[in-house]
């Protein structure tokens, strides 16, 4: 079964500065997606940034950025000139392309803080 | 604007009476799904529907059922709650082509039951 581990529960970071979430997957497959999940008090999941596994280059959406690893298994996400609105938990998520239930399996969340 | 819409927002319930959490979608998708969030446990699948009147087990169905009468609809039925589906609930869309879409999601509904 696939897993994904977030190993940082909690991170800090200076307003205006950079900082890099780390998420590792275990999966046998060869076709999938990933994804990262901004869920800030308000609850609501939002989707910050997507990649396919199939493609080598980095997803980069504005000041988010990923570092796709597809052989060690790693997707972290890097958050440049930090604002005090990217205060949230983070969830790295993973779906296979070929899962019939579709499920997107989740890891346990970053809680980032931005420092003022 | 393109959005899925659950309803309520919060509930609170007794033991046993039966509810019914809506979820609507805007944007024509196939896939719908519902998911619940629990503290230490992350989120898990309860239910997913890939186009109208096709429907599955996630995860963690024992207690729910779900239908899609209508593709825009798939509403989360508790014929009899119990205080562990105390939980934050998510319904979420995406659609059948495109790279790798990812799940658009609702606000969430706060469920207690008591």
């Known amino acids: 079964a696939q897993t994904v581990t977030q190993s940082q529960p909690e991170m800090s970071v200076q307003e205006a500065e950079t900082v890099t979430l780390s998420c590792t997957y275990d999966?046998?497959?060869?076709?999938?997606?990933l994804f990262w999940y901004k869920q800030p008090p308000s609850r609501q999941m939002i989707l910050v940034i997507r990649?396919?596994?199939?493609?080598?280059q980095n997803a980069t959406e504005n000041r988010f950025s990923v570092n796709f690893q597809k052989a060690a298994k790693s997707f972290s996400l890097k958050i440049s000139d930090s604002q005090l609105g990217d205060a949230a938990m983070y969830f790295c998520?993973?779906?296979?392309?070929?899962?019939?239930?579709?499920?997107?399996?989740f890891g346990k969340g970053t809680r980032l803080h931005i420092l003022p | 604007e393109a959005q899925v819409t659950q309803n309520p927002r919060y509930l609170i319930t007794v033991t046993g009476k039966k509810l019914t959490v809506t979820c609507s979608q805007n944007?024509?998708?196939?896939?719908m799904s519902w998911y619940r969030q629990d503290p230490g446990l992350g989120l898990r699948q309860i239910y997913y529907?890939?186009?109208?009147?096709?429907?599955d087990k996630g995860d963690v169905p024992e207690g729910y059922k779900v239908s899609r009468k209508e593709k825009r609809n798939f509403p989360l039925i508790l014929e009899s709650p119990s205080p562990n589906q105390t939980s934050l609930y998510f319904c979420?869309?995406?659609?059948?082509?495109?790279?790798?879409?990812?799940?658009?999601f609702g606000s969430g509904t706060r469920l207690t039951v008591v």
């Open positions: 979420a869309s995406r659609p059948l082509l495109g790279p790798g879409h990812g799940y658009t």
């Open positions: 999966t046998s497959e060869s076709d999938y997606y």
């Open positions: 990649q396919e596994a199939y493609k080598q």
């Open positions: 998520a993973y779906r296979s392309a070929r899962s019939r239930d579709d499920k997107i399996i």
């Open positions: 944007m024509n998708h196939e896939y």
């Open positions: 529907s890939m186009n109208v009147e096709v429907t």
